[in-house]
């Protein structure tokens, strides 16, 4: 039977890992990547699991690398074989990895990691216990001013996003009329971050019209 030990050797080794970014030729982490492989029909298929069988094609996580990859042939090159790479590639990823954080947080509400409304979150905020707060973008400016405001008096300040409608929300968590949501402190909150992160490459992660200068977006976990 596996040790503990060595189990843990190998989960770190796991969560170190470093992959060549096929557009740049730069060695990073697999958080600053994304994983492609080839699909049945010869298309370039995003992994954004990194489960997929097949030899996995990594680009930096961001719309210029993924958009350069897609138009130079650097998938077909990797792989040695004539993929074809849709020309919404970028789209294609910034919608999975929105799809995959809203289903984070549905499990994050499951595990008890995660706050809903106004007075829950604001105590979160003021407790410290707040790593991300999740604002609806059809939000009402004054509870979102608020909510930002106690924020900007925390140190670190919690980041903050804010890309998800308030019935994307309710759905994922199963409420209804959710606008203001705190991710708590947590190996989780840690893991939702890197896809956070991911998504920022590709589209930004609060909405134009927020007139009020944003908390800082970005947060190490």
């Given at each position: ?48 699991a ?19 990859a ?28 929105h799809?995959?954080l ?8 499951r ?5 809903s ?18 604002e609806a973008?059809d939000?009402a ?29 309710g759905?994922?968590l199963?409420?209804?009329n ?44």
């Open positions: 039977m596996e040790s503990s030990a060595a189990k843990a050797h190998a989960t770190l080794a796991e969560a170190s890992r470093e992959r060549r970014d096929v557009v740049s030729g730069e060695v990073m982490d697999e958080a600053r990547l994304i994983r492609f492989v080839a699909g049945p029909d010869g298309q370039v298929v995003p992994d954004l990194r489960k997929l069988p097949g030899r996995g094609i990594w680009v930096a996580a961001d719309r210029a690398s993924v958009a350069t897609a138009k130079k042939g650097l998938f077909a090159r990797s792989a040695k074989a004539p993929l074809k790479a849709a020309p919404d590639l970028a789209d294609q990823v910034a919608r999975l990895l799809a995959r809203l289903s984070g947080l549905g499990l994050a509400r595990a008890g990691e995660l706050t409304g106004f007075e829950k979150v604001s105590s979160a905020i003021q407790s410290g216990k707040a790593v991300w707060l999740i973008s939000g400016a004054d509870g979102r001013r608020k909510i930002m405001s106690l924020a900007r008096k925390q140190s670190p300040q919690p980041g903050v996003v804010g890309v998800f409608t308030s019935a994307e929300l759905l994922a199963g409420l209804e959710v606008i203001h949501t705190a991710f708590l402190a947590g190996r989780a909150a840690g893991r939702w971050a890197e896809d956070v992160r991911r998504l920022e490459g590709f589209s930004p992660l609060l909405p134009e019209d927020w007139r009020e200068e944003p908390v800082e977006a970005k947060r190490e976990p």
